[in-house]
């Protein structure tokens, strides 16, 4: 405590009978004697004091903050930053800033650490080739130009799956004393019921009402499920894992599609994107948002209850549709048909991932060297230099050193890039199924290892191909004698429907001859009666 804090607090035991002395006091502290009146009647404060005002939270607010934060994280419920911010702004009644958060973690390193933890797994998508892309586009270029198709006529459909209760990969705030023991988990509501969504967008930025298959053992639906449904268009059914399948496909088709699209098409045909392609617009611009706002509303859904509500399927669609609705924009839409290439038409924009030649300069992946030369990093040194002048300032000396660390994580990041890119062709081509080469060569060895030179490689392909070729010719030999079976068998039975055609046309004729001649005989039976009469 300083000089100033003492005097003032000896003021402050004064008796409202004594009388001050403001020159002495001066005197015997050593302090101002105009600082010291100031800060006796409250019109200066002290630094500490003038730091705490400008801080949201004081020490103590921060140090019940933290201990807050620790009975969190052994709940399994570490927070995110926004929920701290949060905590804040209900303990002190005023609205953090942006980065306040952030810059609150960083004044307690011994107490937090900030991590990323996984809440659902993501799927993995595999690598695609140039040429699956450019014939996939040649398709739709052939359908749009065959049937003349608008972008109102041009539709993507698709389904994504939620685990109502799992989380995607959010940032979370631990106690470090926890994190260091391992503890690294956070509650998730943990419901793994599954709900899939089927969605489809229009070309020309709108899009049909959601259909939501909701998880039901028994395949029926249950009213408290829809406690939030008043206005918002959306189609439900129920199925016994909450998947689709080829009977729930077919009824959307039917029962949605069909009956939202049929005024707009008029009598004109309409194009259908289904899933199992990588670059479908859903999966580029829309089903990432979706995602991301369910996740932040199931977390504010956490948040507002602690953990200690669960969330069911009666809690889903609030969520859902809020979500839904902030995902599935025009601007997301047309984003999502463009991104992909498809409306307006221009397939370099996917096919020049792959048509983009190397640099001057390409690395292998078993080469450290940098992709920037050693000259081009000097030339970056340099016009640094050059901006920054003789004497740069402390900020200019941050704002290079973040240059370089921006521009060699670039550079990390390039190749972490191209990794991944030889491990996905890796994998590709360990998938292909694969062929032995040693049919039909003989083994000099006599069951010994053999060793392939490249020409006896190149001897086996060969073999193998002549193999393959045969095998086509014997297939299709026994494609044609089937077919000239079956031409002959359709000849015979032919030959024989017209024998029997033939033998039931002198059968009526026969037939006829008799009713001919019996009619003949009764006539003249009749007319020798009737002579006798006569």
């Known amino acids: 405590m300083g000089a100033i804090e003492d005097a003032v607090n000896y003021l402050n035991s004064l008796g409202e009978d004594e009388p001050i002395n403001f020159t002495l006091l001066t005197k015997m502290y050593g302090v101002d004697r105009t600082t010291l009146s100031r800060r006796y009647r409250g019109v200066t404060g002290s630094k500490e004091a003038h730091y705490d005002n400008q801080r949201l939270l004081n020490d103590h607010q921060s140090k019940k903050l933290i201990q807050w934060i620790e009975m969190l994280c052994e709940k399994g419920l570490p927070p995110t930053p926004y929920m701290i911010a949060n905590f804040a702004h209900e303990i002190t009644g005023r609205k953090p800033g942006k980065n306040w958060a952030s810059r609150w973690l960083n004044k307690h390193p011994n107490a937090l650490v900030s991590r990323y933890s996984t809440g659902i797994d993501r799927n993995r998508k595999r690598a695609d080739c140039a040429w699956s892309y450019a014939l996939y586009f040649e398709l739709i270029s052939r359908k749009i130009e065959q049937y003349n198709l608008q972008p109102n006529q041009i539709y993507n459909m698709d389904e994504k799956g939620f685990a109502i209760g799992i989380m995607t990969s959010q940032k979370r705030v631990f106690s ?54 008043t206005t918002q268009k959306c189609y439900f059914a129920a199925s016994e894992t909450g998947w689709t399948n080829s009977e729930t496909g077919y009824h959307w088709l039917e029962e949605v599609f069909e009956k939202e699209t049929r005024s707009q098409a008029s009598r004109g045909w309409r194009l259908l994107i289904l899933d199992g392609h990588n670059s479908h617009p859903l999966d580029v611009g829309l089903f990432a948002p979706l995602a991301t706002n369910y996740t932040k509303a199931l977390y504010k859904f956490l948040e507002e209850t602690q953990g200690i509500s669960r969330l069911t399927k009666r809690d889903f669609f609030r ?16 984003s999502g048909f463009k991104s992909t290439g498809l409306v307006p038409f221009n397939p370099e924009v996917v096919l020049q991932r792959f048509n983009q030649k190397s640099e001057s300069r390409p690395s292998s992946a078993g080469s450290t060297a940098s992709i920037l030369s050693p000259e081009e990093w ?13 004497n740069p300032s402390r900020d ?8 370089m660390e921006l521009t060699t994580e670039v550079i990390l990041l390039r190749l972490q890039l191209a990794s991944a890119e030889k491990a996905l062709l890796n994998e590709k081509r360990r998938r292909i199924r694969k062929k032995p080469l040693l049919l039909g060569l003989p083994n000099e060895n006599e069951g010994g290892a053999i060793f392939f030179s490249p020409s006896k490689i190149q001897q086996a392909r060969e073999l193998q191909q002549q193999k393959e070729d045969q095998a086509k010719q014997e297939r299709a030999k026994k494609e044609d004698k089937k077919l000239q079976q079956q031409l002959a068998k359709k000849a ?12 039931q046309q002198k059968r009526e004729e026969r037939v006829q001859e008799a009713a001919e001649k019996q009619r003949q005989k009764l006539e003249e039976k009749l007319a020798k009666q009737a002579d006798l009469q006569l």
């Not at 030339?379 to 920054?388: S, V």
């Not at 200019?396 to 240059?403: A, G, I, P, R, Y």
């Open 378 to 390: 000097r030339d970056i040194r340099k016009l640094l230099r050059k901006i920054g002048g003789k």
């Open 396 to 403: 200019f000396k941050m704002l290079s050193n973040t240059v």
């Open 492 to 503: 015979k039975e032919k030959e024989k429907q017209e024998r029997a055609q033939i033998r």
């Open 319 to 334: 969520l859902f549709w809020a979500s839904w609705e902030i995902s599935f924009t025009k601007k997301n839409i047309n």
């Open 176 to 229: 470090r004393r926890l994190y260091e023991k391992k503890f690294k988990q956070f509650l998730q509501d943990g419901n793994r019921e599954w709900i899939t969504t089927i969605a489809c967008i229009c070309a020309d930025g709108t899009v049909i009402s959601p259909a939501l298959i909701y998880m039901a053992k028994s395949g029926n639906l249950q009213d408290s499920w829809f406690q939030d449904l």
